[in-house]
């Protein structure tokens, strides 16, 4: 797990416009290590997180994009049921919120274990989420079970 700086764009949404400015990323040899596109009706937004951030951030200034940077973390999913789940309880249980998250498929830059995936994940307070998601697991906190349903 590491932290790392994302990018932001908000695009119009036409046709073209990502593909224009992922052919100038291309062109200056920035790579992903994780992307997500979301539909917002007028507009998309872009958020990415660079292999070269001080790369990026050059193009994306060159070819006139406004962006906004945000640290977020990048976790691995070890291919296994239930693990992006027990994650984000790690999280709850130390009252951290995630304001979104997104996953990068596929083998990765440092990746340790193989068919796992990269979690972006932006929370309320980044560094007691690195030292959460970092301690052994016995040492976690459980989630409180459901309450019992009272029927008279």
Known sequence: MQMSKQLSVTLVNKPGRLAAMLAALNKEKVNFQALSVMDSGERGTLRFVPEDYT???????????????ADVLLVEVP?????F??????LASEHLNIDYAYCSFGSHKGAKAKGGALAVIKV??????QRVLSENGSSRRKLPGRRPVHTR
């Open 55 to 69: 790369a990026a951030t050059g193009v994306l200034d060159k070819i006139n994009v406004r962006f906004d940077a």
């Open 79 to 83: 291919p296994q049921s239930g693990a």
């Open 85 to 90: 789940r027990k994650i984000c309880e790690r």
């Open 124 to 129: 309320n307070d980044l560094s007691k989420a």
